[in-house]
């Protein structure tokens, strides 16, 4: 019931396109979700975070959308650049507890 | 403001040692977690200390263990080292409850 799904594995998008990276969750008391990006080499960062009070949030190109009813949150990277190139991890926590779940990661790969 | 510091980068260790793994938080920072990161487990939670004091513990054998000093740094142990040790591990501060994670850059660990 602690398991974040995700998907997909890989995934790969033309320079200008729509990336999409979906997760879902089992455990209804996670109340706050948030995306990291991990670049080779280096730490995950934290890109964009959600909580469960609202359906979508916005910063710059990348957009979290949330369906509680559904148990699923998803990535949507707007006109994605070559520089976003990177994997992508989805996470959730409950209750402002340290511990994040991680999911499985997604590689993504944006070609020119 | 410098960001989460580990040390070192890289180690190599044969099995049945142990290691010692070190974290200066981003100053101000009074949590810090520490996570392991493996091509087949993803990212999993081992432990978060606060104020010195051990706040939660992950799925992982005693052999694993950490400890805060009073300035908030912290160093993760790992006893009698088995092959399946080798991994990222990465540390992470936040400043209280309820703050965004912000990760290091890892000490990648190799037991051989």
């Known amino acids: 019931q602690q398991q974040v799904k995700q998907s997909p594995q890989s995934l790969i998008v033309q320079k200008g396109g729509i990336s999409i990276i979906n997760c879902a969750y089992e455990n209804t008391a996670f109340d706050y979700f948030p995306w990291y990006q991990q670049f080779p080499g280096k730490g995950p960062a934290l890109l964009i975070a959600i909580r469960p009070d609202v359906s979508e949030k916005k910063e710059g190109r990348f957009t979290i959308s949330f369906n509680k009813s559904a148990k699923q949150f998803s990535l949507h990277i707007m006109d994605s650049q070559p520089g976003d190139s990177a994997t992508y991890f989805c996470a959730a926590s409950m209750g402002g507890n340290e511990k994040l779940t991680f999911g499985t990661g997604t590689r993504l790969t944006i070609i020119p | 403001k410098a960001g989460v510091t580990q040390t070192p980068r890289y180690l190599i260790k044969t099995r049945g040692q142990q290691v010692t793994l070190s974290c200066s938080p981003i100053?101000?920072?009074?949590?810090v977690s520490w996570y392991q990161q493996t091509p087949g487990q993803g990212l999993q939670f081992l432990f978060e200390y606060f104020s010195e004091t051990q706040r939660n513990k992950g799925n992982f054998p005693g052999r694993f263990s950490g400890r805060q000093f009073s300035n908030s740094r912290s160093e993760m142990n790992v006893s009698t080292l088995e092959l399946g040790d080798s991994a990222l591990y990465l540390c992470?501060?936040?400043?209280?409850?309820?703050?965004?994670?912000?990760f290091g850059n890892g000490t990648r660990l190799t037991v051989t």
């Open positions: 992470a501060s936040r400043y209280g409850g309820q703050g965004s994670l912000h």
């Open positions: 100053s101000g920072h009074r949590s």
